[in-house]
């Protein structure tokens, strides 16, 4: 495909669940974004790869979050032990080598805890 | 305070206005700004980028920054019912995390 893609598309889990959402960037960009959306707001950002290496996840609001990217493309963000603040929807971006601060953005996954 | 604030709206105009959205910024470390379109249950996609204070024209789009004041602006000529959307304001220090406005919701009535 031409863009990025994320999937589960819609996720509802009851609070106390793990949840595993994938990204799959365009392919040969080296860089990748995770970010969360919350109803009426922006995007803000949770971490940042840089081929397989994480190279930022200041952004991640706890323990809870976990993301990898161990071969340097399909990404997975992990979520344990959900909660419903963690309703919202989350969103991958991927940027090329040369193109460094132009990120594309998937369609996202709608997350809903119970 | 966040480091970016824009008016969330809403925005209503006929089809046919001028639209002008706007955002300021509080981190002058900022050096590339982005403008993104978001529809209802999509992604944002990227309308607009642009590096330098000035202004940036693409077909009825125009991105304006002024770093001096901390300022940018997207402005949309000859609106139509296709352009109503969210259009969130994004910004970067290069080459990492995007810091984005709350989004401004537009609507162009027919």
């Known amino acids: 495909g031409a863009g990025v893609s994320q999937s589960p598309r819609y996720k509802v889990a009851k609070r106390g669940q793990d949840v595993a959402l994938r990204c799959d960037p365009i392919?040969?960009?080296?860089?990748l974004f995770w970010y969360q959306q919350a109803l009426g707001q922006g995007p803000e950002f949770l971490t940042y790869f840089q081929n397989e290496a994480q190279l930022d996840k200041s952004g991640l609001p706890s323990d809870r979050f976990f993301a990898e990217r161990p071969e340097g493309s399909v990404s997975t963000l992990k979520i344990q032990r959900t909660q419903q603040e963690d309703s919202a929807v989350y969103l991958c971006a991927s940027s090329s080598r040369t193109q460094r601060n132009e990120q594309f953005f998937g369609p996202g996954t709608r997350l809903t805890v119970l | 305070q966040k480091e970016v604030e824009q008016d969330p709206g809403p925005l209503s105009v006929p089809e046919g206005a001028i639209v002008s959205l706007n955002c300021t910024y509080s981190?002058?470390?900022?050096?590339?700004f982005m403008w993104y379109r978001q529809y209802s249950r999509k992604g944002p996609e990227l309308l607009m980028y642009t590096y330098s204070s000035g202004n940036k024209e693409d077909g009825r789009f125009t991105a304006q920054v002024d770093k001096s004041s901390k300022y940018i602006s997207l402005f949309i000529r000859d609106s139509q019912p296709s352009d109503s959307a969210t259009y969130l304001c994004?910004?970067?220090?290069?080459?990492?995390?995007?810091?984005f406005g709350q989004g401004t919701r537009l609507t162009i009535n027919p």
């Open positions: 392919s040969g960009h080296v860089s």
């Open positions: 981190n002058s470390a900022f050096q590339y």
């Open positions: 994004a910004m970067t220090q290069g080459a990492q995390k995007l810091v």
